[in-house]
């Protein structure tokens, strides 16, 4: 199984950017996908999850600004990601799991300027 990440970039404090995750190699649906992000010099952290039942969970530092969404039949997460901060500058992780196991992706940088 693997997970690519796409659509990281370099935006404006204030923009919006969408990230896709599409998985490959599963013959099944992921019981949860999400996105971690990691800043230079913290640690990686939980932005979003979503269950295969639509069940989603948020970092505070995003509720209301980013959005999680899934398609289960491409085994794809999408993070619409919008008025972003420069706090929101990381490296950001596809993340599934199914069966105990952790899937994760190479990891797209997002960089907000001001």
């Known amino acids: 199984v693997q997970l690519q990440a796409s659509g990281g970039g370099l935006v404006l404090a204030g923009g919006f950017l969408t990230l896709s995750c599409a998985a490959s190699g599963a013959k099944f649906s992921f019981k949860g996908m999400g996105w971690y992000r990691q800043a230079p010099g913290k640690q990686r952290e939980l932005v979003a999850r979503i269950a295969s039942g639509e069940t989603t969970v948020y970092a505070d530092s995003v509720k209301d600004r980013f959005t999680i969404s899934r398609d289960n039949a491409k085994n794809t997460v999408y993070l619409q990601m919008n008025s972003l901060k420069l706090e929101d500058t990381a490296v950001y992780y596809c993340?599934?799991?199914?069966?105990?196991?952790?899937?994760w992706g190479q990891g797209t940088l997002v960089t907000v300027s001001s």
């Open positions: 993340h599934a799991d199914q069966w105990s196991i952790n899937f």
